[in-house]
């Protein structure tokens, strides 16, 4: 996490210095003419930068999209909640913030059919069955 932060630094100073003179859109990530990225571009940019790093053959149409990343991100933010013994459902609107979320049912209904999650959530209640005498 902290190269993460180091390098989002370094963007963002490189962006101020960048359009110091000019005006840019207030979204952190813009295209050279200082907008706000568009979103088709994002993902065309993902799918050439996943073939060229073997994540997709260069003539596959299904492979990995950047809804699975983003899927990925938060099931292991929460299976890492688990396995630390840290408390997922008092963590929940933190992760649901980050993620954009306007409602925790929205994120919770976005994990619901990870298996890892079921797995530690299953795990937690055999825990909880054990200890009762």
Not at 84 to 107: F, K, N, W
Request: with cysteine.
């Amino acid at each position: 996490m902290h190269q993460l932060c180091k390098v989002l630094a370094d963007y963002i100073a490189r962006r101020k210095r960048h359009w110091a003179t000019g005006t840019a859109s207030s979204y952190l990530f813009v295209s050279s003419r200082g907008n706000r990225l568009d979103a088709g571009t994002i993902h065309r940019t993902f799918y050439a930068l996943s073939r060229q790093v073997g994540l997709r053959g260069i003539s596959d149409r299904h492979g990995p999209r950047l809804h699975d990343m983003r899927h990925a991100f938060a099931t292991n933010t929460l299976v890492h909640w688990y396995q630390s013994d840290q408390d997922p459902e008092r963590r929940l609107p933190i992760l649901s913030a980050y993620l954009g979320h306007v409602h925790i049912a929205d994120t919770q209904w976005y994990l619901s059919g990870s298996p890892e999650l079921m797995r530690e959530a299953m795990r937690r209640l055999e825990q909880r069955w054990e200890d009762q005498p």
